[in-house]
């Protein structure tokens, strides 16, 4: 079947320094994309989420790029703070139907103070 | 709001007992989720309410798994009897809406010894 994965299990920087956590995702059905950041002993927590009409969607400090032509999605933390450390997961939702979060295995960020 | 509410916070109990985890989901929202999560399989669906109604339990491992959903403010999910590989951290996740972010609770984590 098809599913979400991830290119980086582990991603390590240093304070301040950008961060680009990868996703790609081979369902083309998908038209709803959502990031979560995972700290340890909590829940998945939303961080930003973009649809299928665009290719770029900007928050604080983060920014989601979708590129749908090869089915790749990034997360960009900008001047990453050790605060930012956790596990980052990509969700899927498939448009059409009940738009059921699918999720990718996760990126692990290590950010050195 | 408080958000998702899930109980226990942790649950260890022997092999062949019953265990029940409990979500209380956000106020309002319609979607209800039930999640597993392990190192092995990472983030994995168990099953889907929306209005109460069970409209995806294809990711339920097996009949010895069941969810209810009673009300709009309240779900479980048993485990008949527990198994070892049964023990991993279990998520509650509701959402207000199809193409929406979810909301997770801060999850179970079930130990069976």
């Known amino acids: 079947g098809e599913s979400v994965g991830l290119h980086l299990p582990t991603l390590s920087v240093q304070e301040g320094d950008n961060s680009i956590i990868n996703c790609a995702y081979s369902?083309?059905?998908?038209?709803?994309f959502i990031w979560y950041k995972q700290e340890s002993g909590k829940g998945p927590q939303f961080i930003i989420d973009?649809?299928?009409?665009?290719d770029k969607r900007q928050g604080q400090r983060v920014t989601v790029l979708l590129n749908k032509t090869v089915k790749h999605l990034s997360l960009q933390i900008a001047a990453t703070q050790p605060g930012d450390s956790a596990v980052y997961f990509c969700?899927?939702?498939?448009?059409?139907?009940?738009?059921?979060?699918?999720f990718g295995r996760g990126t692990s960020l290590i950010v050195h103070p | 709001d408080a958000g998702v509410i899930q109980s226990p916070r942790h649950e260890v109990t022997e092999m062949g007992q019953e265990v029940t985890l409990r979500c209380k989901p956000i106020?309002?929202?319609?979607?209800l989720f039930w999640y597993r999560q392990t190192m092995m399989r990472g983030l994995e669906l168990l099953i889907y309410?929306?209005?109460?109604?069970?409209?995806?339990d294809s990711g339920m491992p097996e009949d010895r798994f069941s969810a209810k959903m009673p009300n709009a403010s309240f779900s479980t999910l048993k485990i008949q009897p527990s198994e070892p590989r049964d023990s991993a951290v279990y998520f509650c996740?509701?959402?207000?809406?199809?193409?929406?972010?979810?909301?997770f609770g801060q999850g179970t984590r079930l130990t069976v010894v």
């Open positions: 969700a899927e939702n498939i448009g059409g139907g009940s738009y059921i979060p699918t």
């Open positions: 996740a509701s959402r207000q809406g199809e193409g929406t972010e979810a909301f």
């Open positions: 973009i649809r299928s009409n665009m």
């Open positions: 106020s309002g929202h319609n979607s």
């Open positions: 369902n083309s059905a998908s038209d709803y």
């Open positions: 309410f929306n209005n109460n109604v069970p409209i995806d």
